[in-house]
């Protein structure tokens, strides 16, 4: 495989990516039912409610599905305030 169409592919790999990232986190905010703002805004009851969804959501997933979304979001974080100083790169 050249090295043209090898950079091509994982280009269009990641930009799929990226688009089912937002897809995901618009999808997340309604699954919560409040807006994150909105909930520390409105102070401890809403926050109290938001963790019980949270609970509810996490007791309803499997063992497998939660170590995998917090180990996802945990490297997403740590690489996110590993590159916070970095430029960014326009997309091609």
């Given amino acids: 495989?050249?090295?043209?169409?090898?950079?091509?592919?994982?280009?269009?790999?990641?930009?799929?990516?990226?688009?089912?990232?937002?897809?995901?986190?618009?999808?997340?905010?309604?699954?919560?039912?409040v807006g994150f703002k909105h909930a520390h805004?409105?102070?401890?009851?809403?926050?109290?409610?938001?963790?019980?969804?949270?609970?509810?959501?996490?007791?309803a997933m499997s063992a497998e599905g939660r170590t995998s979304l917090l180990s996802?979001?945990?490297e997403f974080i740590q690489v996110g305030l590993e590159i916070q100083e970095a430029p960014v790169e326009p997309i091609p």
Avoid at 5 to 26: G, T
Avoid at 41 to 59: M, N
């Fill in 41 to 59: 805004q409105q102070g401890l009851e809403t926050h109290q409610q938001f963790i019980a969804r949270v609970r509810a959501i996490f007791l």
């Fill in 72 to 74: 996802g979001l945990e």
């Fill in 1 to 33: 495989m050249s090295e043209t169409i090898y950079h091509e592919q994982k280009q269009s790999l990641l930009n799929e990516q990226i688009e089912r990232f937002f897809v995901i986190f618009s999808d997340l905010r309604k699954v919560m039912g």
